[in-house]
Every structure is written in structure tokens, then in C-alpha cells.
């Protein structure tokens, strides 16, 4: 991944970690799981996905899209809700530091009755599960009316950003709860383990650095960080990464072609300067228009999710102003990059060609001259429809 990336790839590595729901003494109810990001190790404070615990809500997923809604506190929730909170070994760690370059070992879920062959090495076990508190759901009410304006009404037909394939078999509640909660999330605290004060001891009890909002610039390099399939196998999956640029931006919600998996929804994505910033949380990993796969996945900026926090945390609990500056602050932009300039000449180039219900991609090489694919707009097409971001482009 080049130089550049090694100080961004291990900040998030150590900022990744996985987010288990489960009902208590139900273990044949199943259980929910989604990546998160570790926002400080002292206190323990890890920011998720909020789709996981719908099932959950004592008031259903309703309670979401309710008027004016923007936070709900923990006893949202039932009382049988168990989370668990699993990372991957850190150098303070006694076993991180006795097991480095040694096999870990694979989680039950994915353990066969017959010894499976020892896995690629690793930098030791992962640390054991530790049980964590829903301090409060949260959304961005910028991201959520941006991502409504963008994709409600008669849009909503043509997207959908299930985690599965246009036919699979899907009820509408779920679809329904998967929409509802796309734009939420979770700040938890983990509960202290043997090895906290080590890890604070060696300096790992520092936040995270945030990017502001706008900082990152149309086209610069993402690296996000996420575990595909959940809690499935950590010991293979936890802390994937994956490269990809800043497609585009409205406001907090932000696109990017950094190729994400089902099980990454609320992982972190960073940049390389100030190394290892978190950007955004990934809010839905894969979408689908009019049964086409979509390989952009939607963001949400971290640093408005991050002030919506504070401010519930302020509110939902008295006394907690303490709590609250632990939340990472905002660093300074990124250093300048080439990339910042917006009269780029591609990107004044680059348009959007409708004809019907086909769509595509298009250049433009001269005024009111546009090049596009044959089969985007077909000589029988009666009318064609040219978007660009320069008025006088578009026919």
C-alpha cells in the first residue's frame, strides 16, 4: 500500500473491532453483529453501526424515523440485549507480545468438529470478548436529510441497500428496519479488562484523530477497515482492508469505491495524513439500483456523528460532561493535496446521461458535445437528458 499508508494502517487496525447483539439466555435466537471503531481504550468507548439493534428497540424500528428523532438513549432497548466487543491483539497485550507470529485460533462459529489446519500467522489471539453498555443510539440529521432527499420517494423503488442481492429472500420488515436504521449508529463503553491498564500504560489509551467535516477533498485515497460477515470468524476476517478514493460528497454523506463486504457497516475509514484520521463510518456497504449492483459504498462523516454525541451524551445523562470530552476531538485539514483544486478539468468533464430508464456516464469534449456509450442512449431514444455540475452543459 505504499509508505505512506503504514502509520495509517496501523492506527486503524488498532482503532477496528467487532460488535456482537444477543439476547440474553437465548443463544437459539441468534445474534446480530456489525465492525465498529474504538474511539478511546480509556474510558472504552467504540462507535457502531445502529442496524443491529433493531430487533431490539422496545418501541420497534419505528422509533428511528419518529418525528424529530436524532438520539435514543440505552433502555431504548430490552433488557435481554447482551453486547460483546472483540478487537485484535495490541502490542501491550502480555499475549500480543508472547504470541507474536504464532496462529491464532478460529472462532466456534466457524470451528468444524475435526481440527482445522493452523491459520496464517498473525501478531497473536485476538483479545477475549469483553461485554460492553448501549450508552445511546445516534444519527447525523445532515446525513439522514441529505441521504431522504437523494434516495425517498419514487427513488426508493429503484435503490436498495440490503446487505443481500436484489432476489434474496428478504422480508419487507426487515428491508423496512435495514432503511430505517441506515443512517444510525451506537456509542457504547466496554467494560475494563486485565489488560487496560498496560495498554494505557503504553500509551494506547489515546483517541483516535478525526478528520473535519470537508477536510478531505474530492479524490483523495481512503483506507477503510472493517470486518466482513460480522463476528464471523475475527480470527480471518477482523481489520480487512480495503483502498479506494473519495468518489463524491453531499454535506456528511460521502461515497467511496473502497470495496466493502456485508459485516462492515460501522467500520472506520481514515487517510493518511494526519495518519490514520478517521474520515467516516460506513453506513451501508453495498446498494443495488434497479437490480444492478452499485460498487460505491455510503459513508457517513465522523466528525458531525461525533458532535451529535456529545451533545446527547450531554442531555440523556447528567453529569456526564466528563464522558463526553473523551469523544476524539477534530485535528487540523489534511496537508494540500492535487487533487483539491475544484476546477479539476475531468471533473467539469464528467456528466451524467439519462434516457429513460437507462443511465450512464459521459464526457464532455466540447459545449453541448457530449461522448457516451452507445447503449446508454440509443438512437431510438426519444429525449436525452444531460446533468452536469456546470449549467451550461446540460441539453
Known amino acids: 500500500m505504499g509508505r505512506q499508508w503504514g502509520p495509517a494502517m496501523r492506527a486503524a487496525e488498532q482503532a477496528g473491532c467487532v460488535v456482537r447483539a444477543s439476547r440474553a439466555g437465548l443463544p437459539e435466537a441468534g445474534s446480530w453483529s456489525c465492525s465498529g471503531v474504538i474511539l478511546s481504550r480509556s474510558p472504552g468507548l467504540v462507535l457502531c453501526h445502529g442496524g443491529i439493534f433493531t430487533p431490539f428497540l422496545r418501541a420497534g424500528s419505528g422509533a428511528l424515523t419518529a418525528a424529530g428523532a436524532t438520539f435514543l438513549p440505552g433502555d431504548s ?3 435481554d440485549l447482551r453486547l460483546r ?5 495490541t502490542a501491550a497485550s502480555p499475549a500480543g507480545r508472547s504470541e507474536r507470529g504464532r496462529p491464532g485460533l478460529c472462532t466456534p462459529q466457524c470451528a468444524g468438529p475435526e481440527p482445522s489446519p493452523p491459520a496464517r500467522p498473525r501478531g497473536g489471539p485476538l483479545q477475549p470478548p469483553r461485554p460492553a453498555e448501549l450508552l445511546l443510539l445516534l444519527s447525523c440529521p445532515a446525513f439522514r436529510a441529505h441521504f431522504a432527499r437523494l434516495f425517498g420517494g419514487q427513488a426508493a423503488e ?3 441497500f440490503a446487505s443481500g442481492a436484489p432476489d434474496d429472500e428478504a422480508s419487507q420488515e426487515e428491508e ?6 441506515l443512517g444510525w449508529f451506537a456509542l457504547l463503553r466496554v467494560q475494563p479488562g486485565e489488560a487496560a491498564a498496560e495498554e494505557d500504560a503504553e500509551g494506547r489509551g489515546a483517541t483516535v484523530a478525526v478528520a473535519p467535516l470537508g477536510a478531505v477533498p474530492k479524490g483523495a485515497q481512503l483506507l477503510a477497515c472493517g470486518s466482513p460477515f460480522g463476528a464471523f470468524c475475527p480470527d480471518i476476517f477482523l481489520n480487512t482492508l480495503s483502498r479506494g478514493v473519495l468518489s463524491n460528497s453531499v454535506g456528511p454523506l460521502l461515497l467511496t469505491d473502497a470495496r466493502c463486504l456485508p459485516g462492515t457497516e460501522g467500520s472506520g475509514v481514515f487517510v493518511a495524513w494526519p495518519p490514520g484520521a478517521l474520515v467516516a463510518l460506513v453506513a451501508a456497504p453495498l446498494c443495488w439500483k434497479a437490480g444492478e449492483w452499485v460498487g460505491l459504498t455510503l459513508l457517513c462523516a465522523a466528525a458531525p456523528l461525533l458532535r451529535a454525541a456529545r451533545a446527547a451524551l450531554v442531555c440523556l445523562r447528567p453529569g456526564s460532561e466528563v464522558l463526553a470530552a473523551q469523544l476524539p476531538p477534530e485535528v487540523g485539514a489534511p496537508r494540500s493535496l492535487p487533487l483539491q483544486d475544484p476546477e479539476l478539468p475531468w471533473a467539469a468533464a464528467a456528466v451524467l446521461v439519462e434516457c429513460g430508464t437507462v443511465w450512464g456516464s459521459g464526457v464532455a469534449v466540447a459545449p453541448r458535445l457530449v461522448v457516451t456509450c452507445r447503449h446508454v ?3 431510438e431514444a426519444a429525449r436525452v437528458l444531460v446533468r452536469s455540475a456546470i449549467p451550461n452543459l446540460r441539453g
Not at 423496512?176 to 436504521?181: F, T
Open 77 to 79: 432497548c430490552n433488557d
Open 158 to 160: 429503484q435503490w436498495r
Open 377 to 379: 442512449a440509443p438512437r
Open 176 to 181: 423496512e428496519d435495514q432503511l430505517r436504521a
Open 85 to 89: 466487543v472483540q478487537w485484535g491483539p
